[in-house]
Structure formats: structure tokens, C-alpha cells
């Protein structure tokens, strides 16, 4: 009778432990499976997007520009009549603006926070209306989930003594750029893009991000790392 039992407790450790080694075979067997999809995904190109005649790149960028996600509006501060920034932002950009109205220059700011409803107007509507391809938009244009903008934490800058360089490469022209390339650093201001930039944007001498905390920084920190890389490797 002994010697049954002791059988059959042999059997069903036995059994625990296939059913152990079938648990763990079978895990290992999932991960490798996963392991070689992520590897795939990185080689494959991305699906299209839609309304777009554009691919996602490795880093997830599309036509140039990086993902960004769209700030709450609730979120947000004035600092103009009707465009918001997100409070570090706003407090920092009225800070510079005081500082260069000190030096007989007047900062307009032009356009703050756009939501990505908004930036599906300015990127399809706009170039439906001027006959342009995907890659002619967004040259100039962030398609929607794409804009620094929606962020909250990017601003475009006009000079108010030369309205009409406002939105325009004449904007280099003018003391705010000028005072804003020596200063707004200062102040957690970026150019975002500059001339030749790697992301092929057209030069923007009138938008500017704020990088001055945590969360800015992670948001922009993959078009750092493609500038930092882009030197790097230019310099080799």
C-alpha cells in the first residue's frame, strides 16, 4: 500500500514538473516570438498613413516631423489674447518679452498651442488650396500629431516694428530676430529650425520651442538626438 502511494506521488511530482517545463518552454517560445517581431517592425517599413502619401520613418518620424501629443488646454495660459502656452512656457516667454522691450524691441507673439483639429485644417485644407503634395506641406507644415505646437510649448514670433516680415524668411532681418538669437536661450528658447536642419523643414526663423523642464525636454529630446547625431556624424 506504501509503495502505491509513494508511486503515485512520484507520478504526480512527475507531472508538475512536465507541466513546469511545458509552462516554461512555452513562455520562452512567446518571447522569442516577440522579440523577432519588434526586430521586423524596425526593418519593415511602417503602414501608410492615412490621407497621407508618406511613410513612418525608423525613428517615427513623418515627412520630417517627430510625433507629439496634444496638450490639455486646461492646462494652458495667455499670452496674448487668444493664444495659450503651458505656465512654464508663458511665464518664460513674458519674461523674455519684457527683457527685450527693455532694449527698445517689441516681441509679437504670432501663434502659441494649436490643437491637432486645428493643424488637420492648416496641413490638408491649405494644401488642397495651394495644389502641394504631401512632402511641399510639410516643408513648411506639421501634418496633424506632427506640429511642436499642439504641445503647448512652441510659439511663432513677429517683430511688431516689421509686421511684414511676420511668418516670412524676412523675419532674419529684423532686431527681434537678431536680440532672440543672442538672448533667448536665456530664457529655455529654441530655435526649432534652423537652416539645413536635418529634420528638411524649410528654415522657421520665427518658431521657437521652450525647453525648460523635464517634460519639455522628453518631449523634444528625439530632435535633439537627431541634430546631435547628424554633427556627429558629419563631423567623422
Excluded: C
Excluded at 516689421?162 to 532672440?180: C, D, E, I
Excluded at 536635418?198 to 518658431?207: A, G, I, K, L, M
Amino acid at each position: 500500500m506504501r509503495t502505491h502511494i509513494d508511486d503515485r506521488r512520484r507520478q504526480k511530482r512527475s507531472y508538475f514538473s512536465f507541466s513546469r517545463a511545458k509552462l516554461l518552454g512555452l513562455l520562452l517560445i512567446l518571447s522569442l516570438g516577440f522579440a523577432v517581431i519588434s526586430y521586423l517592425r524596425v526593418l519593415m517599413p511602417s503602414s501608410p498613413v492615412s490621407g497621407l502619401n508618406a511613410r513612418l520613418s525608423s525613428d517615427g518620424r513623418l515627412l520630417g516631423h517627430f510625433p507629439y501629443p496634444e496638450a490639455d488646454p486646461k492646462r494652458m495660459v495667455a499670452v496674448a489674447p487668444g493664444l495659450l502656452l503651458l505656465p512654464d512656457a508663458a511665464r518664460s516667454f513674458l519674461e523674455m518679452e519684457l527683457a527685450a522691450a527693455s532694449e527698445g524691441i517689441k516681441l509679437i507673439p504670432i501663434s502659441a498651442f494649436r490643437p491637432i483639429s486645428l493643424q488637420n485644417d492648416l496641413f490638408f485644407n491649405v494644401k488642397a488650396d495651394r495644389n502641394q503634395s504631401s512632402i511641399e506641406r510639410a516643408q513648411v507644415s506639421a501634418p496633424p500629431g506632427f506640429s511642436e505646437h499642439s504641445t503647448g510649448y512652441a510659439i511663432d514670433i513677429g517683430d511688431h516694428s516689421q509686421p511684414q516680415t511676420n511668418l516670412s524668411p524676412g523675419f532674419v532681418h529684423t532686431r527681434a530676430y537678431q536680440w532672440l538669437r543672442k538672448n533667448a536661450a536665456r530664457y529655455q528658447f529654441m530655435l526649432s529650425f534652423p537652416e539645413n536642419n536635418p529634420q528638411s523643414v524649410n528654415f522657421e526663423p520665427w518658431h521657437w520651442r521652450y525647453e525648460g523642464n523635464t517634460e519639455s525636454l522628453r518631449l523634444f529630446e528625439p530632435a535633439q538626438r537627431l541634430v546631435h547625431n547628424t554633427r556627429s556624424h558629419q563631423q567623422r
